[in-house]
């Protein structure tokens, strides 16, 4: 559910991108189509974000994810997520293996064979 309410700060940091990114410098009129999800705590990873998260993982009504705002949040999510994929389970991971690697190519024989 959706409930109006009042928003005492501004919104864009720089109206110059906002105005770069909208609108061209032309003489024909566009049309402009701006939509606002405003749901409290989902954006950041409090632990009531966390917990839609987890029931967005955990749901088994498809359907849902054909929902436009289920989209943007989690293509809003995404790349923090995937940052953190590849900062701290990836590169760790390639790290292991090539050390394991290493170890059983070079090391383990010399141990083994002395």
């Not at 566009?30 to 939509?35: E, K, V």
């Not at 790349?79 to 994929?85: D, M, R």
């Amino acid at each position: 559910m959706i409930t109006p309410g009042i928003v005492s700060a501004n919104l864009w940091n720089t109206n110059k991108w906002l105005e770069d990114k909208l609108f061209t410098k032309s003489m024909t009129g566009q049309d402009i189509s701006l939509h606002f999800i405003d749901i409290a705590d989902i954006h950041t990873f409090s632990p009531k974000g966390q917990e839609f998260m987890k029931q967005m993982a955990k749901t088994e009504k498809l359907e849902f994810f054909d929902l436009v705002p289920a989209r943007k949040i989690i293509m809003f999510k995404w790349p923090i997520v995937k940052q953190y994929i590849i900062n701290y389970l990836f590169i760790p991971y390639c790290a292991l293996l090539l050390v394991f690697s290493s170890f059983t190519s070079f090391l383990q024989p010399k141990i083994v064979n002395n």
